[in-house]
């Protein structure tokens, strides 16, 4: 009676999670594909100014990201993901009253300091201590509702845009923030006590320790390299499958399949996860992603390959967002694991929010696109060697461990 009382409660949780994570990235992170040049007019600014806004609240929820996996792993994840919500709902009341370039880059910083509170990071450090022996299932769960945050909010945005306007939609999410997210946070996520934390990927011998920061490191690059290649995507897609020949309604299409194909890979991750391993899981992911990258770099113009592209890259982008979560934990163990993830995300949102101007920095002196392209291909490519190098420099530093 008591394991299906946890197991109900951990559910409820996990929905109520959820249901916030599709709110928090759907206003916070996916509103500029929609809102974006409204804004840009509304401060009176151009679309470099906007993104650079953009990505500066990125850089800033990457720093601010080990501390809060840190106060997640002393206090829990209830007053750090509701304190989020408070930030979120006051940085869309800011967005919401842009006046010019300054007061825009104070509500991105504001937002970035909110996202770093509110999205997956925390979300999974918080699962991490209330899902006991069912954290791979809880997060990818989790992972499905925030799948569907642009299906929701991408819409949503168009029409509050076409019928109360820019200022008052941005108002309209901050309430949101306080009426939904809030008491969902609040709730739904179990209160405990204070405690010391432990840094996920320390150990006390020195061997041990030395092959779990080699370990730390090259899987570090590798999603780094995984976020690097999934923002400039997101960000030059249809102009890149244009390029190559492939008429607009068609790329568009095209790039419409990335989302329900994200959702796809973690249904079937959801589904199989009792037969296969979160570190096998992540290789099937790793080495699909690069394949699809091939795939992009020779599709020249053919539709069927720029389809099957868009299946496969899809598909390990949805899985890799499990594996973020979860091989970690395989790796370095569960404790201080907050602290841990919000390592790892500082050189994964820094390369997101880089990425799409480097790639079109490359795209200005490569007019064939054959060089963006490569470069693509390198990056799938080393991801894979670097989490190849993570795994094998962990399982070592646990042999030198047992030996000892």
Not at 67 to 85: A, C, K, N
Not at 347 to 370: E, H, K
Request: charged share 10%; proline share 4%.
């Amino acid at each position: 009676m008591d394991e299906i009382r946890s197991s109900r409660s951990l559910a409820a949780s996990v929905a109520a999670l959820g249901i916030a994570q599709i709110i928090s990235w759907g206003s916070l992170f996916y509103t500029i594909a929609v809102l974006g040049p409204a804004l840009a007019t509304a401060a009176g600014v151009g679309e470099i100014a906007l993104f650079a806004s953009f990505s500066a609240g990125l850089v800033v929820s990457g720093l601010l990201a080990p501390m809060v996996g840190q106060r997640i792993d002393t206090h829990g994840g209830r007053s750090v993901l509701s304190g989020g919500s408070v930030l979120a709902a006051i940085a869309c009341a800011a967005l919401a009253l842009v006046q010019g370039p300054v007061s825009m880059l104070v509500a991105w910083l504001l937002a970035g300091v909110a996202m770093a509170a509110t999205l997956y990071d925390p979300a999974f450090a918080t699962l991490n201590d209330i899902a006991g022996p069912h954290y791979r299932r809880a997060v990818t769960a989790l992972t499905l509702f925030g799948g569907l945050a642009s299906t929701v909010f991408w819409p949503l945005s168009h029409l509050l845009l076409e019928r109360v306007g820019l200022r008052e939609t941005f108002a309209i999410y901050a309430v949101v923030h306080v009426v939904v997210c809030l008491p969902l946070h609040w709730w739904c996520v179990p209160a405990r006590s204070p405690r010391v934390a432990v840094a996920g990927a320390n150990r006390t011998a020195a061997g041990p320790a030395l092959h779990a920061q080699r370990a730390f490191l090259w899987l570090a690059t590798a999603l780094a390299l995984v976020s690097l290649v999934a923002s400039g995507i997101s960000a030059h897609l249809i102009g890149l499958l244009t390029a190559s020949g492939i008429g607009l309604g068609d790329a568009v299409f095209i790039g419409a399949m990335f989302g329900p194909m994200q959702v796809a890979g973690r249904v079937m991750e959801f589904t199989f996860a009792r037969r296969i391993g979160p570190i096998a899981a992540g290789y099937l992911a790793f080495a699909a992603m690069a394949v699809s990258l091939v795939v992009l770099a020779v599709q020249n113009g053919v539709y069927a390959l720029a389809l099957l592209f868009v299946l496969g890259y899809g598909w390990s982008n949805g899985v890799l967002t499990i594996v973020r979560g979860t091989v970690p934990a395989e790796l370095f163990g569960r404790e201080g694991y907050g602290a841990l993830l919000g390592r790892l995300a500082l050189p994964q949102v820094i390369s997101r929010a880089l990425a799409p101007a480097a790639v079109a920095g490359i795209l200005v002196v490569d007019p064939s696109r054959f060089a963006t392209l490569a470069t693509f291909v390198v990056c799938g490519v080393l991801a894979c060697v670097a989490y190849r190098r993570a795994i094998v420099a962990a399982r070592r530093g646990k042999e030198v461990e047992v030996s000892r």
